[in-house]
């Protein structure tokens, strides 16, 4: 007769020691979710104009395009070359002006005379919730209580983000494109056996 001697039930009772440390401490795997999503959403959002279902979030007004391109009225032009009768800079401000916030003017300014400033975007009219690149550059993989998410460190680029939602009545950063949330499930599972490897 043939004895069979087994570990079995040491390895097993020790896989589940790890599991359970994994429930216990989630963090690394969720941050590692969100640092792999954060620039397929940022590429998408900030670059391809498109919701989260995949479709286009706008098209700006004519009158934005003006603003986005530089292209005023008094702009001064090229007037030689490939890039003739094209701005050259934004031109100046021709009265006085107010800084708005939503709606709400945050500040009087008399900027007549003084240079407006130049985006240099394109002339594509896609909707890219994007200006300054300064709301671009603040998402960011933010802590929560319940682990991590993408989201914005500034709070006006929140309220910004909200705004851009309500306007064009879309879901476009609160949440997920299919894609996207395959990419988050793939990386949880590539990464969670290399990190039960570590405890």
């Given at each position: 007769m043939?004895?069979?001697?087994s570990?079995?039930a ?11 440390a994994?429930?216990?401490?989630h ?17 998408r ?5 498109k919701?989260?279902?995949g ?12 603003v ?11 007037s030689?070359?490939a890039?003739?009768?094209k ?19 945050v500040e009087?300014t008399?900027?007549?005379g ?15 919730l994007?200006l ?13 209580p ?10 006006l ?10 306007t064009?009545?879309?879901?476009i ?11 988050a499930?793939q990386?949880a599972?590539?990464?969670?056996p290399e990190y039960?490897?570590?405890?």
């Amino acid at each position: 007769m043939i004895e069979v001697q087994s570990n079995i039930a040491v390895v097993i009772g020790a896989e589940l020691k790890k599991i359970e440390a994994l429930k216990a401490n989630h963090d690394p795997v969720l941050r590692t979710v969100a640092l792999t999503v954060l620039p397929a959403m940022k590429k998408r959002v900030h670059i391809d104009g498109k919701d989260s279902t995949g479709a286009a979030i706008g098209t700006y007004s004519p009158g934005y395009m003006v603003v986005r391109t530089g292209n005023y009225k008094n702009a001064t032009r090229v007037s030689r070359g490939a890039n003739s009768g094209k701005p050259k800079n934004a031109g100046t401000f021709t009265r006085g002006s107010s800084v708005r916030v939503f709606g709400t003017i945050v500040e009087e300014t008399d900027k007549a005379g003084t240079p407006r400033p130049r985006y240099n975007r394109t002339a594509d009219t896609k909707v890219i919730l994007s200006l300054t690149r300064q709301m671009e550059n603040d998402l960011s993989v933010v802590d929560t209580p319940t682990g991590y998410g993408i989201g914005y460190l500034n709070p006006l680029n929140l309220k910004k983000a909200l705004w851009c939602e309500a306007t064009y009545d879309k879901k476009i950063l609160t949440q997920l494109t299919n894609e996207e949330r395959e990419l988050a499930g793939q990386t949880a599972r590539e990464f969670t056996p290399e990190y039960l490897k570590t405890l």
